[in-house]
């Protein structure tokens, strides 16, 4: 069934305090509960309609009111829920249900993992636990006490502050906790087992003392210093940065090895994946570390963005994650390059969110309806909703949008509320009046702005600018966004080129173009004949921009656009021109012009080395997809192809002295070195192997070991298998590195590759239950290598919908994430799309279809 965002109305019911009891067995688990249930003041209505708990796959023991166990004939349990017939304006349900964690592989609600107990409650998963008001405007003050064996379960941990603890009869034992916030459900958290912990400590601003504990699996606490760190350096920014202190006594992290997501930011209990947690030299990348620091900030930064002010129903969903990915950002961008992160932060826009954008599942940021909530947790709220809220901060300015970040938690703290509460707090801040960019928040699809520069001669100069939107399901027209283009211009010497505004005397380099309307003009002056413009400089909206640029043109910005991004920006779009004309093969003078551009800009002595790599790495297959609207792919594959070629063999001598002179260490260092090691491998892999092969042998560190053994796999050396063996028995009792290493097999562009994924499929340290595992072979595969994914013969498409199918009987979130793989099919040829949709037919008549892969299968058919 479909839930609509139109249909919100406020619970009948609130649930003041709920105290739970969970008794740990081998076999099942049971969970009492005891909720203090009371009318909801805001529902007016003056007949009390019965009690409706949502509950799934739970086993009901026992129900009783007011102390009073109820009859059958008093309640009613079906598949959903538990209902209660007469209920009064104020009582205490009690309920015992058993449930089967050992078995629950769909890693939502309470689960097992490596031996340990662990939950995952976001978005509906609290009622895979027990019957409650599962949703998150009801918020509750919970007391837990959990009881377990005390052998194979020495921790017993929950939210808030350890009350009391003690031990049983049977060599059992039990921990009582208390968190004193008000949360809502999808916020609980249980954790048992028997694991390492790494402590540390750290004094808030206002002086009182926050226990930090980090728990893993034995044997692996030589690899949490780093997530240490990164919470402390987390805790302090957001003091710096918003004010905000953290509030209770003590914040623990737990890292699992099974987990469908990064991360979740329970109350004082965050449960992590692995993955952004383990993180030491040898084991980890330099884009692992970053991960680790960015999602350790993402969930801490959850507190307050999330915790203390939480969604009012999941319709509102952007309002904490658009928010916390977008002060996640800012945080990395403090502690990295600036440049380079929000090169990062485009590119997942660009290869994915404009995809999402023109593709069957498009959604607002907000979005009107859903069927399964978990599939709406997407690059559009997340990535999207970062966007949003970083246009906020450029129209505001720093000052503004902290006033406005201040005004909402003084309204808001302890609340459930929406994004139009977010938005009215930034316009009552600054005095602001936001009716327009509120259609960010209403409508779908990534809107197209194109420009036209005209010269009026003596110096004017017209900027011509039109917005448009397509058209997406269920929203046939759109009206005009609030966009802010970010404008600076250079002649044609590549010097900046000053200007100054009609309505202005002030010369400046750059302005801020806020537009409101479909068509608008902007007048500006200059001393120089020739303007070339840059613009939406650091990507200031998410739009695709539009303007008619001639090589040249975009090889002057490449080569001296004093913005970075843009720089780099210049560069992808010089070669997104000539992968998408309408030609087979790229032109001589076209491979002329990127040679010498890539020549000169690797020249560039003034030139970050993480830019350098990052400007020469060609632009993603996927967001070349993403942004068009039909393609030939078969042309787009070869194109891409020879343009690396080219790029490798014509610089050949460069990269070789590229890579024997980089001899720094730090992290822009090892990846300019490696884009060149890639590179020479890509013109001759029989003449550069050897020095693959030993950068992978004599490695310190992750990061060159790996690329090492990228290249080598992707080579045609028919002696690479050592090098692949050698990697494995070095690393095979490193989970998260044998990850890397499945991921490194699949990227083989040949036509066996397919086989081979199979074969990893089979392999003994592969496991389809485990989210990691699925991610490191078939989500890299299919998003990693789209020539052989989207091989003619229809036999990668096979292997996922193989893959979903099998999946979607243990996994469903994970099955519907694979099956918005599909998604772009409409854009293929007939030939692909007659694969593709033979496939969703098939998934779709499977039995016992899960509502999640349901869900993306027929939109995806509907399209
Ligand atoms: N709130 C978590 C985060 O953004 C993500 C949890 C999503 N879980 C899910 N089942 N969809 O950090
Ligand atoms: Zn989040």
């Given amino acids: 069934t479909v839930k609509y965002r139109k249909d919100y109305r406020p619970s009948q019911y609130l649930i003041k305090h709920t105290d739970l009891k969970f008794q740990l067995f081998d076999s099942h688990t049971l969970v009492n509960s005891e909720l203090k249930i009371e009318k909801n003041p805001l529902d007016k209505s003056d007949v009390l309609e019965p009690l409706v708990l949502d509950g799934l796959e739970l086993e009901l023991q026992q129900v009783s009111v007011d102390g009073n166990e109820l009859s059958k004939d008093e309640y009613e349990a079906t598949d959903n829920h538990l209902t209660i017939n007469n209920v009064s304006e104020k009582f205490t349900l009690n309920l015992q249900v058993k449930i089967y964690p050992q078995k629950n592989k769909s890693l939502e609600g309470l689960y097992t993992s ?7 409650c976001e978005a509906e998963g609290f009622r895979k636990i027990t019957y409650y008001l599962d949703r998150p405007e009801i918020m509750s003050e919970f007391k837990v006490r959990i009881e377990g064996d005390k052998a194979a379960y020495p921790l017993l941990l929950s939210n808030g502050n350890p009350l009391t603890r003690g031990d049983m009869s049977d060599g059992r034992h039990f921990v ?125 930064f959850h507190n307050w963005t999330g915790n203390r002010v939480t969604c009012r129903d999941w319709f509102q969903l952007s309002l904490k994650e658009g928010l916390t990915v977008f002060r996640d950002q800012k945080f990395s961008e403090d502690m990295q390059s600036k440049a380079v992160q929000r090169i990062d932060q485009v590119k997942i826009i660009r ?97 197209e702005v194109k420009v036209q520069l005209e010269s009026l001669g003596n110096g004017k100069f017209e900027l011509q600018f039109a917005q448009s939107c397509p058209a997406t399901p269920g929203q046939e027209t759109k009206k005009p966004f609030m966009i802010p283009v970010k404008i600076g211009f250079i002649n044609a010497q590549g010097d900046v080129a000053k200007f100054r505004l009609s309505d202005s005397d002030d010369v400046c380099g750059e302005t801020l173009f806020v537009m409101t309307e479909e068509n608008q003009t902007l007048t500006i002056h200059s001393d120089n004949e020739v303007l070339i413009p840059s ?45 998408l004309n309408n030609e087979d093969e790229i032109s001589e003078p076209d491979l002329e012009i990127l040679k010498n551009s890539f020549a000169q800009l690797l020249g560039d002595e003034q030139l970050d080395n993480s830019l350098k790599a990052l400007a020469v790495i060609l632009p993603e297959i996927s967001s070349l997809i993403g942004r068009s609207e ?87 050396e028919g002696y690479k298998s050592d090098y692949i063996n050698q990697f494995y028995q070095k690393w095979k009792d490193e989970e998260l590195v044998m990850d890397k290493w499945f991921s490194a097999q699949v990227i083989n562009d040949d036509e066996s590759i397919i086989e081979h994924v199979n074969a990893l499929l089979n392999h003994e340290k592969f496991s389809i239950e485990n989210p990691n595992k699925v991610r490191a072979v078939i989500t890299a595969f299919i998003s990693g290598n789209l020539p052989q994914f989207h091989n003619a013969t229809g036999a990668g498409y096979e292997l996922l919908a193989d893959t979903i199918i099998r999946l979607n009987a243990i996994n469903p979130q994970i099955a519907a994430g694979l099956s918005k793989q599909f998604n772009q099919w409409k854009k293929l040829d007939g030939k692909r799309q007659a694969l593709i949709k033979e496939q969703l037919e098939r998934i779709k008549a499977v039995d016992n279809l899960s509502n999640d892969v349901y869900e993306v299968v027929e939109k995806s058919l509907n399209m």
């Fill in 630 to 716: 039909k393609i030939n792919v078969d042309r787009l594959f070869n194109k891409h192809r020879q343009l690396k070629k080219h790029i490798g063999q014509s610089l050949e001598h460069t990269w070789f002295s590229i890579y024997n002179t980089t001899s720094g260490d730090q992290p822009s260092d090892r990846k300019l070195r490696n884009v060149a090691l890639d590179y020479m491998m890509v013109a001759n892999d029989e003449q550069h192997f050897e020095l693959a092969a030993t950068q992978q042998t004599r490695a310190d560190n992750m990061t060159d070991e790996l690329s090492a053994l990228q290249t080598i796999a992707n080579s045609t």
């Fill in 114 to 120: 490596g031996g340990k107990f662990c939950t995952q």
């Fill in 535 to 579: 613009l939406l400089r650091d990507f200031s909206a998410p739009v695709k921009l539009k303007f008619e640029y001639d090589q040249s043109q975009l090889a002057t910005l490449f080569a001296s656009d004093p913005n970075s991004f843009n720089r780099w920006d210049a560069g992808q779009s010089l070669m997104t021109k000539i992968l």
């Fill in 176 to 300: 009582e906790w208390h968190d004193p916030f008000p949360k809502p459900s999808y916020l609980f958290a249980l954790v048992a087992g028997d694991l390492d912990c790494l402590t540390d400590s750290f004094t808030t601003m206002s002086g009182r003392e926050v226990k930090l504990e980090l728990y893993v699996d034995k044997g692996k606490l030589d690899q949490c210093r780093f997530a240490m760190d990164s919470l402390i350096e987390s805790m302090r920014w957001d003091e710096e940065k918003f004010g905000r202190e953290y509030d209770l006594d003590l914040y623990m992290i737990v890292a699992v090895s099974d987990f469908n997501m990064g991360a979740m930011e329970n109350k004082g209990l965050n449960v992590f994946n692995t993955k952004y947690v383990l993180a030491n030299k040898k084991t980890a990348t330099d884009a692992d570390f970053e991960g680790v620091e960015r999602v350790i900030a993402h969930e801490y």
């Fill in 351 to 447: 290869s994915s969110q404009f995809a999402e954008d023109s593709g069957p599942m498009a959604h607002s940021i907000r979005p009107d309806s859903y069927i399964e909530m978990n599939n709406f947790y997407t690059v559009t709220v997340y990535n999207k909703g970062a966007e949003v809220i970083r246009m906020m901060h450029t129209l505001l300015g720093e000052q503004g949008f902290r006033a406005g970040m201040d005004l909402y938690f003084e309204r808001h703290d302890g609340q459930a509320v929406t994004c139009e509460d977010f938005i009215c707090a930034m316009e009552d801040a600054n005095q602001k009046d936001w009716a327009l960019f509120r259609n960010w928040y209403r409508q779908a699809g990534t809107p």
